[in-house]
Nanobody
Framework: QVQLVESGGASVQAGGSLRLSCAAA??????????MGWFRQAPGKEREGVAC???????FYADSVKGRFTISKDNDKNTLYLQMNSLKPEDTALYYC????????????????????????WGQGTQVTVSS
């Protein structure tokens, strides 16, 4: 129903930067109402929330990336971004873009990173590898 396609993953040295993108195949009007998020999963580990942005522009980050990563979106281009700076080997993972329809008091964005079940739409993932 809603297609999400991530891009921008690569292999980089520790301390480097990457910018991930997530393009959504949906109308601009509908896209503007979404809560969008980035999640990641490293080999042998559980999937974890990285960052999310509410339909009103509010942002939330995992403590492990706060101050290094920045989530943003361009409603005109239906595109979500994750700017990743000061990358660490611990950031190595498959990064997923996800979305759900916001403006629903039952599913507050402030809790979205802790409840992946909020998100019915997911991309295929893009690999980020950070070497020492």
């Amino acid at each position: 129903q809603v297609q999400l396609v991530e891009s921008g993953g690569a292999s980089v040295q520790a301390g480097g930067s990457l910018r991930l993108s997530c393009a959504a195949a949906v109308s601009r009007y509908i896209y503007s109402t979404y809560v969008m998020g980035w999640f990641r999963q490293a080999p042998g580990k559980e999937r974890e929330g990285v960052a999310c942005i509410d339909s009103d522009g509010s942002t939330f980050y995992a403590d492990s990336v706060k101050g290094r990563f920045t989530i943003s979106k361009d409603n005109d281009k239906n595109t979500l971004y994750l700017q990743m700076n000061s990358l660490k080997p611990e950031d190595t993972a498959l990064y997923y873009c996800a979305a759900y329809r916001g403006s629903d008091l039952r599913f507050p964005a402030i809790r979205a990173l802790r409840f992946m079940s909020y998100f019915p739409y997911w991309g295929q993932g893009t690999q980020v590898t950070v070497s020492s």
